[in-house]
């Protein structure tokens, strides 16, 4: 048996994942890792164990981006008419199990992602009750959010704990079960005191805990960062309000605490995960840019924005600071070049508008595929002529397009409309969210019209990485 230490012990879990595919694209428990700050400022000894702390040899950019070793495994009923192999990413389960075999810890907070990926929570959740049964299970997170009731069961726990457990921060704070403080109230501080352990101390912090960070190798390489929470925006298909219900404008203090922090440990590279990053930019993200560059210098640190930003937010001011930054490339978030596709789905962006952002972009020094747009596919009621002519008018910008399928998350406004065309039952197997999937494909944008378009998408970005 582990010796218990003096004070309480709390373990941190990020699961392994089950998916088609899965690249570490600057994938941190950033949500988790705030939690763990939280902790520790409360006394506790905290552990984490990323079960995706598995990068493949020789599969990383050294920039913490990388493949994630995998074994292939039996695809679920549900998916099986999907062309692809199915497989478990992270470490291996005896590995999971020696790892919490040596834990000592009182409580135990599982972090949840994509609310597909339900199956990783239950195979951890499993391990834990057999090898530490006294600890208590909290499950938190993105789809502990979304999707309380498929998690709660998935990892046989009753607390859930749904947004970001500080009813101080957002009115999604709550938790269910146990004796816990239901929806009103600082969730995750009463849901400790109801199982006897000691509260939590202050507010939550704004940043992650770095030295928990740097107990996974595969976390070593960059720090995730985040200015504000949330987005003012109502996107038909984005989750963000349902996460985050009111936007909250973060302070350049803690952004500058965070990139401190963390230089100091040797990281330079630095990934976005704002939601909305270029709102109050003139008052928050270009302050904090003209601080690196007086700082660090012209480009020694390297920014990375896997979120995308909004196009008509992005002023030269921005992209110029952006760019002397060390921003290496800009993702922008368009979407559709379509005028019908912004008026149906999110009204934020007119198609001129990228022509615009793209020169200023330009004008700031970044050159071929460092200017990178986010192009959606499968919406319902999309068609392929409409993503055929998005992709081209982008090829003639000069401008990278990603395709990204759609995935649809319960309680956002098109769900239901998501329900209605696709093959599979959303509503009742969260499996079926998966993007690799593609699960809203319909006549008038098949999946072959998908695999045609990302085909095209891939031609783009290597004509434009030999400018
Ligand atoms: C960064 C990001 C990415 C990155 C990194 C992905 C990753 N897997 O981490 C990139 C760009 C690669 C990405 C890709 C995709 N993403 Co994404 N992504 C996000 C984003 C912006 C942030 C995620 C995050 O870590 N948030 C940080 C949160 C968790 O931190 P926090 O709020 O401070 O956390 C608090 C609480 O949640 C709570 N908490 C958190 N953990 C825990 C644990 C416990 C125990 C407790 C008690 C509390 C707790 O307390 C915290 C403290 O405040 C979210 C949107 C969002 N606003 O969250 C979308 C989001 C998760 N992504 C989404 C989607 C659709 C995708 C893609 C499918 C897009 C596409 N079509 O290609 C791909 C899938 C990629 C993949 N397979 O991983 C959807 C979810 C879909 C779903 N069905 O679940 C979201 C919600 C976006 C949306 N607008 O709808 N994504």
Not at 202 to 224: F, H, I, T, W
Not at 289 to 306: D, I, K, N
Not at 374 to 379: E, P
Request: with cysteine; charged share 25%.
């Amino acid at each position: 048996m582990p010796e218990k230490a003096s004070g309480p012990r709390a373990l941190l879990v990020q699961p392994p994942v089950y998916d088609f595919a899965l690249y570490d694209l600057f994938l941190h428990p950033y949500g988790l890792l705030r939690i763990g700050a939280w902790l520790e400022q409360s006394g506790y000894e905290v552990e984490l164990l990323d079960s995706l702390d598995a990068r493949r040899p020789g599969r990383a950019d050294g920039a913490g981006r990388g493949r994630i070793g995998r074994s292939v495994v039996e695809t679920p009923a549900v998916l099986r008419d999907v062309p692809r192999r199915y497989a478990r990413y992270g470490l291996a389960p005896d590995t999971l199990r020696e790892r919490i075999r040596n834990s000592a810890a009182d409580v135990v907070l599982l972090g949840t992602g994509m609310t597909y990926w339900y199956e990783g929570l239950a195979e951890i959740a499993e391990m834990l009750r057999e090898e530490m049964p006294s600890a208590p299970v909290i499950a938190g997170g993105i789809a502990a959010t979304l999707t309380p009731q498929t998690v709660a069961e998935a990892a046989s726990t009753d607390y859930v704990v749904r947004g970001d457990g500080d009813a101080s921060g957002g009115a999604s704070g709550g938790a269910s079960g146990g004796a816990s403080g239901g929806t009103s109230g600082p969730a995750l501080p009463k849901l400790l005191a109801s199982l006897g352990l000691p509260p939590l101390r202050g507010p939550l912090p704004a940043n992650p805990g770095l030295s928990l960070q740097l107990r996974s190798a595969r976390l070593r390489d960059a720090a995730v960062i985040r200015l504000h929470e949330g987005c003012r925006g109502a996107c038909s298909y984005c989750a963000s309000r349902l996460i985050t219900p009111r936007f909250r404008a973060g302070t350049e203090q803690d952004a500058r605490e965070r990139i401190r922090e963390a230089t100091a440990a040797g990281i330079t590279t630095f990934a976005f995960y704002d939601d909305a990053l270029l709102e109050d930019s003139a008052t928050l993200l270009e302050p904090l840019l003209e601080w690196v560059v007086s700082v660090h210098g012209e480009r020694r640190l390297a920014f990375y924005l896997p979120n995308a930003v909004h196009v008509e937010r992005l002023t030269s001011d921005v992209a110029r600071l952006l760019y002397l930054a060390g921003c290496r490339e800009v993702r922008l978030g368009v979407e559709s070049l379509d005028e019908g596709f912004h008026a149906r789905y999110d009204r934020k962006l007119r198609s001129n508008a990228i022509a615009q952002t793209v020169r200023v972009l330009t004008d700031a020094g970044f050159r071929g595929r460092e200017i990178a747009a986010y192009v959606l596919a499968g919406l319902p009621g999309q068609t392929a002529d409409e993503l055929r002519g998005t992709l081209g008018g982008l090829a003639r910008l000069g401008c990278a397009p990603y395709v990204a399928e759609y995935s649809p998350v319960p309680g956002t406004p098109l769900f239901e409309a998501a329900c209605e065309v696709s093959r599979y039952p959303l509503r009742s197997e969260p499996l079926c969210h998966n993007n690799s999937i593609f699960p809203t494909a319909s006549r008038t944008l098949t999946i072959h019209d998908l695999w045609r378009a990302k085909a095209e998408a891939r031609v783009v970005r290597l004509e434009l990485s030999t400018r």
